[in-house]
């Protein structure tokens, strides 16, 4: 039962209607065909669109199966018309881009019907009205009656309680009017159609019911009802329209003006492509600059030894300076002798292990160079000799841990076998061309003349022997032993070889400045020092005041003594702490806070307990990337003004858009489509629109990436500098979608708060 209440002035006047409706009160049967009768533009057409609950008109108080529409949201008028409400318009508003199978299916996506379940439904409401062959075909393909058929299968589809029907056969021909009048009347069988004509013959034929209406005022019905049905449960399912809903609209439509979409695109994308290219380049010298400051901070590391250049003569460990630089004062200071005035650190265990506990992200790679000596033999023409391990090996830089650090693993490749973190094995290293010092060679029993070939070093084998196997006790003091046939086969000593042949990289300039020869690990010393410093000869070294090998006295009431004496005990490898430690910092940035970490042990120490050390890069031109950064945010600024202008433009475009779509957005109000749901629609479009113009952009400054490096490789003989981020291109995708939906949301909102009376009857 549908009852209309009391109808006082229930609009806004204007073009549309010119008359209210007054005092009205009107039931309407289930199963009826009602033909609202009266002239063009009268209050008919008031009643049809209060019925109706469209936006313009204050509905008065409208009664479904006896609940009130008083208290009614937005929302609530939006659910009713797309279940309850179908509409059959004299200018049949289709969508023009979709097909009509879309056009009938699109109230059910509003409604929350499965894809499956919506396709098949409208496939049957099409096919009752004749048009099953015709599915895939637009609007624009069918025929008046075709399209009035269309239109017919949508109000149907949804299986409403009520048909309203405006002029249904205004614009057709009698033969097709009459085919349509026939299909609404056997709709009427089982709904409740209400018909408003002005043509009197086409009410008296097809309806049973004619309600006349004159100047707003109803002047006869003629079969009223009065009778009061049972009251019902009555509940509306609330509509929605799904983002990818809102996106199969906008892109349909998009479709049918592809190169106007494509332009304003691609005018959206200059900026895109603008800030994408400056990044690319940004990104190409960042790389370049991190590739600088490796190559410097290898060949210039921090470096601690126990003896330092004084910070008064020259700021090497980052402290400022008494003296103001560049002052106005009229005085000549002296300047120290570099040379003279140096610092003793006070290398100890203490430090070391402080040392060791730096953050291992920030360093590329440390080496430790120590007294200790390794009890080195090898085979010579089958004799077993001792090397001096000081002439030949000298310490790999490695990670915190003792892997190969990025330092070697930046700079350097192996050339023929393997280059491992096992201790054992040793790596030989080469200049440029292949070259080792020929001393070193000679040590290791070649011909320093002769050339060698790889497979005569790999696997070359050398014995570490351990202080109690190689020292024995002659009376009071500790000899080598002579036998050392028996002591490379003895099963204590530790089998090194040589397992890889590593040369400098091309680009690599800290490689070319290296030097050559047997490398060893961090990992070596450690386990060899651990195994010395239990072993008799250190033992008793520790508790005499002489040399346990020379018999030479010490004098430990003196410095020099004491250190001769501390000097012996390193030697043996009693003491862990080495005399000389390089630190390589991954970069810059790093480097800074280990200054600071380094800085903050010296915090409150008197001077003579301090420890220095010489930042070698710090007398570098620092090139980090704050001045390409400052360059690169004026750049992306002057970029971003397109942007800007992009956005305007996009918001004019949607707002042209908007117009030319105004008949759509009133279509889509008719069947129930929300305020929200209409900003959705045009909120798809920018997106899409935005999406596509991040795309161009992207890909427009990548191919232009090629001509650039080839110009600046021609001008500077760096080879492809310009590298777009995939990061990068991501967040400026991102970037172009956001400003383009930004752009285009004013006159989304727009379009969602236009009047769908008003947008109906636009042409």
């Given at each position: 039962?549908?009852?209309?209440k ?11 209607v ?8 009107l ?10 009768l ?12 209060i ?35 179908g ?7 289709l ?22 379940e919506r396709?098949?439904r ?9 048009l099953?062959d ?5 609007p624009?393909q ?5 399209m ?17 029907a ?5 614009a057709l021909d009698?033969?097709t ?8 009347k056997?709709i ?5 159609v ?5 043509n ?5 034929e097809?309806s049973?019911?004619?309600i006349?209406?004159k100047?707003g ?9 009065d009778?009061?049905?049972e ?33 304003t ?17 940004s ?6 600059i991190d ?7 290898s060949?210039?590391?921090?470096v601690?030894s ?7 003569t020259?700021s ?7 003296l103001?630089?560049?002052?106005s ?6 300047l120290?002798n570099?040379a003279t ?8 265990k203490?430090?070391i ?15 430790y160079q120590?007294?200790?000596n ?12 001792s ?14 841990d ?19 973190d ?5 790596l030989?290293?080469?200049?440029t ?25 790999l ?5 570490v022997?351990?202080?109690?196997d ?15 046939e028996?002591?490379?086969n003895?099963?204590?000593?530790i ?5 890889g042949?590593?040369?400098g990289?091309k680009?690599?300039?800290f490689?070319?400045l ?14 060899v ?9 250190v ?7 002489y ?14 003594g ?15 702490v ?9 970069d810059?940035?790093s480097?800074?806070?280990?200054i600071k970490?380094?800085d ?26 704050s001045?390409m950064?400052?360059?690169?945010i ?6 971003a003004?397109?942007?800007v202008?992009?956005?305007?433009m996009?918001?004019?475009?949607t ?8 008949k759509?957005?009133?279509?889509l ?10 900003t ?26 090629f ?9 500077s003989?760096?080879a492809?500098?310009?590298k ?16 383009t939906t ?22």
């Amino acid at each position: 039962m549908l009852e209309l209440k009391k109808i006082k002035k229930s609009y806004k006047t204007g073009d549309f209607v010119q008359t209210a409706l007054k005092d009205v009160s009107l039931r309407f049967r289930k199963s009826e065909f009602v033909a609202i009768l009266g002239p063009s533009g009268s209050g008919k057409t008031t009643l049809l669109n209060i019925i109706g609950g469209l936006d313009r008109y204050d509905r008065g108080d409208l009664i479904i199966n006896n609940k009130s529409t008083k208290k009614f949201k937005n929302k609530d008028w939006d659910a009713y018309r797309n279940n309850c409400i179908g509409f059959i318009f004299q200018s049949y508003n289709l969508i023009s881009h979709m097909t009509i199978l879309s056009n009938v299916e699109l109230c059910m996506t509003l409604s929350g019907i499965k894809p499956k379940e919506r396709k098949k439904r409208a496939i049957i409401a099409l096919e009752k009205v004749g048009l099953k062959d015709h599915i895939h075909k637009k609007p624009n393909q069918l025929s008046g009656g075709q399209m009035q058929r269309v239109a017919i299968a949508r109000a149907l589809v949804n299986n409403p309680d009520i048909i309203l029907a405006d002029e249904p056969t205004g614009a057709l021909d009698s033969k097709t009017s009459k085919q349509i009048m026939e299909l609404i009347k056997e709709i009427a069988k089982d709904k409740l159609v209400i018909m408003v004509t002005h043509n009197p013959e086409l009410a008296d034929e097809y309806s049973n019911r004619i309600i006349k209406v004159k100047d707003g005022n109803i002047i006869n019905d003629t079969n009223p009802y009065d009778e009061k049905e049972e009251e019902k449960v009555y509940k509306l399912n609330k509509t929605s329209m799904s983002f990818f809903t809102a996106l199969k609209l906008s892109f349909n439509n998009i479709l049918t003006k592809k190169g106007r979409t494509l332009l304003t695109a691609f005018a959206s994308s200059i900026g895109i492509m603008g800030i994408a290219l400056i990044l690319s380049l940004s990104n190409g010298f960042k790389i370049q600059i991190d590739k600088f400051e490796k190559d410097t901070l290898s060949q210039a590391p921090i470096v601690i030894s126990e003896q330092s250049m004084n910070m008064d003569t020259i700021s090497l460990s980052g402290e400022e300076e008494e003296l103001e630089e560049f002052t106005s004062e009229k005085k000549i200071y002296p300047l120290k002798n570099m040379a003279t005035d140096t610092h003793e650190n006070k290398l100890t265990k203490d430090y070391i292990d402080y040392i060791n506990e730096i953050d291992k992200n920030l360093i590329g790679g440390i080496s430790y160079q120590r007294i200790a000596n390794l009890n080195l033999l090898t085979k010579i023409d089958n004799k077993v000799k001792s090397l001096n391990s000081a002439d030949i090996l000298f310490p790999l830089p490695t990670n915190m841990d003792g892997s190969i650090s990025t330092v070697i693993d930046d700079n350097f490749e192996v050339i023929e076998g393997e280059m491992t973190d096992k201790k054992e094995e040793l790596l030989l290293l080469v200049d440029t061309k292949n070259r080792v010092d020929a001393d070193v060679l000679k040590l290791l029993g070649y011909d320093k003349d002769a050339n060698i070939n790889f497979d005569e070093l790999l696997g070359k084998e050398f014995k570490v022997i351990l202080n109690n196997d190689y020292y024995t006790k002659s009376g009071v003091n500790y000899i080598p032993v002579s036998d050392y046939e028996k002591l490379y086969n003895n099963e204590n000593a530790i089998t090194l070889k040589i397992s890889g042949i590593v040369r400098g990289k091309k680009d690599s300039d800290f490689a070319k400045l290296s030097g050559n020869g047997l490398v060893y690990k961090k990992s070596l010393m450690d386990y060899v020092l651990e195994k010395n410093d239990k072993s008799n000869i250190v033992k008793d070294q520790i508790s005499k005041d002489y040399n346990v090998m020379t018999m030479e006295k010490f004098d430990l009431n003196t410095e020099e003594g004491i250190k001769a004496k501390n000097n012996i005990l390193s030697y043996l490898g009693a003491d862990t702490v080495p005399m000389y430690i390089q630190i390589y910092p991954k970069d810059f940035d790093s480097k800074d806070e280990l200054i600071k970490y380094l800085d903050k042990y010296n915090e409150g120490k008197n001077e003579d307990d301090k420890i220095l050390y010489i930042d070698q890069a710090e007398l570098i031109t620092k090139m980090s990337g704050s001045i390409m950064d400052a360059i690169t945010i004026v750049l992306i600024a002057f970029s971003a003004i397109s942007l800007v202008v992009s956005t305007i433009m996009i918001g004019i475009i949607t707002y042209i858009s908007v117009l030319e779509r105004t008949k759509e957005i009133g279509i889509l109000r008719a069947i129930g489509a929300r305020k929200k749901d209409i900003t959705r629609v045009f909120n798809a479009e920018t997106f899409m629109i935005g999406l596509t113009s991040g795309l161009i952009g992207i890909i427009c400054a990548i191919l232009l990436t090629f001509p650039i490096n080839n110009i600046i490789e021609n001008l500077s003989g760096l080879a492809s500098v310009a590298k777009l981020n995939i990061v990068h291109a991501i967040i400026l995708i991102v970037i172009s979608i956001i400003l383009t939906t930004l752009g285009g949301f004013i006159p989304a909102k727009v379009a969602s708060k236009k009047d769908p009376v008003i947008a109906l009857r636009t042409e």
